[in-house]
């Protein structure tokens, strides 16, 4: 839920520590929520030290393609501000399709981790 929010931050420490109170201040959760949080992205991924003493920061990026991590670097102003993840889809294009029928936004992204 939080995690764009959470990954950013870490992003623009630069492998700083983020102190765990000021992180879960930022993002109007609860220690125990934040350390859920970074759970998930540990999860899928991220290399995220932790540190009771000094809180947390970012060893490296997942290699998984995942919609924050894509809306992070994005400056577009339509695309991919509407991104769907899936781990496995029949085709893509034919998510797309389904959709854009269904009135999705201009420059939604359908992304899946395998296609069959």
């Known amino acids: 839920m939080h995690e764009k929010q959470i990954l950013k931050t870490l992003h623009a420490q630069k492998g700083e520590y983020v102190s765990s109170d000021n992180l879960a201040s930022k993002m109007g959760i609860s220690n125990a929520q934040l350390s859920d949080e970074i759970q998930k992205l540990q999860n899928d ?52 399709k389904e959709l854009a029928e269904k009135g999705a936004v201009e420059g939604t992204i359908v992304i899946a981790e395998s296609q069959r």
């Open 45 to 96: 991924g991220y290399r995220i030290d932790s540190s009771s003493e000094r809180g947390y920061r970012l060893i490296k990026t997942t290699n998984r393609l995942l919609p924050y991590e894509i809306q992070l670097n994005l400056t577009t102003k339509y695309i991919g501000q509407e991104i769907y993840h899936y781990s496995e889809v029949d085709s893509t294009n034919n998510v797309a």
